[in-house]
């Protein structure tokens, strides 16, 4: 394999993984912003909670603990770590080319 092919694997590979520590980061926030008591009025707290709400669409309402925060921190949390292992799984794999 060619010197350029392995960069461009490697470049590729960190990109991903980049990706995917921006959606977990984001993710985190939101937690951290309600477990804080974040002003939803803010533009950024707004911005960050309408980013997770997307990403983690499909593990939000996974859970159903009686406690608000409980549910936060599992449903956004899950998505965060699932993003974080896909991610720099298919990043590994790209380095490994």
């Known amino acids: 394999m060619s010197p350029r092919t392995r960069s461009g694997s490697s470049s590729a590979g960190t990109a991903v993984?980049?990706?995917?520590?921006?959606?977990a980061g984001l993710l985190g926030l939101w937690i951290l912003m309600y477990l804080l008591d974040a002003n939803r009025a803010n533009d950024l707290v707004q911005f960050v909670h309408d980013?997770?709400?997307?990403?983690?669409?499909?593990?939000?309402?996974?859970?159903t603990f009686d406690e608000d925060w409980?549910?936060?921190?599992?449903?956004?949390?899950?998505?965060?770590?699932?993003?974080?292992f896909i991610g720099h799984g298919i990043a590994n794999s790209l380095h490994r080319r």
Not at 51 to 63: E, K, T, V, Y
Not at 70 to 84: D, E, K, N, Q, S
């Open 51 to 63: 980013a997770a709400n997307w990403l983690a669409g499909w593990s939000r309402d996974l859970f």
């Open 70 to 84: 409980a549910r936060v921190v599992a449903g956004y949390g899950l998505a965060a770590v699932v993003y974080l």
């Open 17 to 23: 993984a980049v990706i995917a520590d921006i959606m």
